[in-house]
């Protein structure tokens, strides 16, 4: 059972436009959430974070979103560079640590 | 140092060897994290270990042996694995794992072990 999920399998974006990235949830009892940026042959590097006592964590052009009562949470990427472009993974924190299934983004120069 | 390395970077084993990976973070974590990633999933956790000791072990089969000699060494220890066991294997560490494992975790680069 994907308690995690990220429903868009990959996403294509202009340079500098917004890239949007989602993911939803179905375990309340998770309390910090988590993005991470994975390139291929590497492990996931992490990006930034949110607990749930927030709705909104800005770092630099990362943005996250966390919607408690629609469990959901986003990370907004503005403007997109094509460096930006690689696997994204949303992390949920319980007891554990539950990954989504990720999105590949591209951002297109 | 934010660095968790892992060795070796790539491995090939048959099914009668036996090898181990290694994982090493000298930022004072007190916790560790083996996953295996299969290619296009997420990571799928293995084994967590908090103060050296093993605290989670996700009903791994046993040929899939951890252990963690310090507090800044953690190993994979490989024995007559499957064709199907060959995946990205990562080690992670983060600062101390409590109920709700909030600490962020830093991943290594990961193995690539194939098993022929």
């Known amino acids: 059972d994907q308690q995690v999920k990220q429903n868009s399998p990959s996403l294509s974006v202009q340079e500098g436009r917004i890239s949007i990235l989602n993911c939803d949830y179905t375990n309340s009892m998770f309390d910090y959430f988590l993005w991470y940026k994975k390139y291929p042959a590497e492990g996931p590097t992490f990006l930034i974070s949110i607990s749930s006592i927030k709705d909104k964590n800005e770092d630099g052009r990362f943005t996250v979103f966390l919607n408690k009562s629609a469990k959901h949470l986003s990370l907004h990427i503005v403007p997109s560079q094509p460096g930006d472009s690689a696997v994204y993974f949303c992390?949920?924190?319980?007891?554990?640590?539950?990954f989504g299934t990720g999105t590949s983004l591209t951002v297109i120069p | 140092d934010t660095e968790v390395t892992q060795t070796p970077k790539h491995l090939v084993m048959g099914m009668t060897n036996k090898k181990s990976l290694k994982c090493e973070q000298h930022m004072g974590h007190r916790a560790m994290y083996w996953y295996k990633q299969k290619a296009k999933k997420p990571p799928e956790l293995m084994f967590v270990y908090s103060y050296e000791k093993l605290s989670i072990n996700e009903s791994v089969p046993s040929r899939f042996s951890p252990e963690c000699p310090n507090s800044s060494l953690l190993n994979l220890h490989l024995h007559a694995l499957q064709p199907e066991d060959s995946a990205l294997y990562l080690c992670a560490s983060s600062q101390v794992v409590r109920g709700d494992s909030r600490d962020e975790q830093y991943f290594g680069p990961g193995t690539r072990l194939t098993v022929t």
């Open positions: 992390a949920a924190s319980g007891n554990q640590f539950y």
